[in-house]
């Protein structure tokens, strides 16, 4: 779900040094271009499609690294790589529209989506371990900068 994909990307800006904006906006990228396309306007069969292959990624990065330069694109390339991993378990048309994508099973809605997600006890389980250890992470580092900046911690 989205809170694990935002997860996953702050952990990569605390640890693979990834910058924040482009990190997190790749981290739901492919699902805002796929679920408005296909939950939305209804354009599209099933909510992983154009956003979910790996030329998508390779477009965008290319436009993030031409716009915003090097560290940018492979900031956003990190975000975008986690958010496909991060959907392994489902269908991924990874090399769409060069390989085949089967189109013939219905793509759930919204609603049905979050039960799925919802009656899963062992995502849900790993998904707030996910944004636990982000937290902390995200709060740690804070804690380290204020006091190289000499701030009074006492208030954290």
Wanted: net charge neutral; hydrophobic share 50%.
């Amino acid at each position: 779900m989205i809170l694990g994909h935002l997860a996953i990307s702050a952990l990569l800006h605390r640890y693979a040094k990834a910058e924040w904006t482009p990190v997190m906006a790749a981290a739901v990228f492919p699902d805002a271009v796929d679920k408005t396309l296909c939950q939305l306007l209804h354009l599209t069969p099933t909510g992983r499609m154009w956003g979910h292959t790996l030329l998508s990624l390779a477009i965008s990065t290319a436009l993030v690294g031409h716009t915003w330069g090097r560290r940018a694109a492979r900031s956003w390339a990190l975000g975008y790589l986690s958010h496909l991993a991060a959907d392994i378990e489902g269908d991924v048309p990874w090399l769409y529209p060069f390989g085949d994508l089967d189109l013939t099973t219905p793509s759930p809605g919204v609603w049905e989506i979050m039960q799925m997600k919802l009656t899963d006890p062992v995502g849900i389980g790993i998904e707030l371990a996910l944004i636990a250890w982000a937290a902390h992470s995200l709060r740690h580092a804070l804690k380290a900068r204020a006091v190289a900046e000499g701030a009074d911690l006492r208030r954290c």
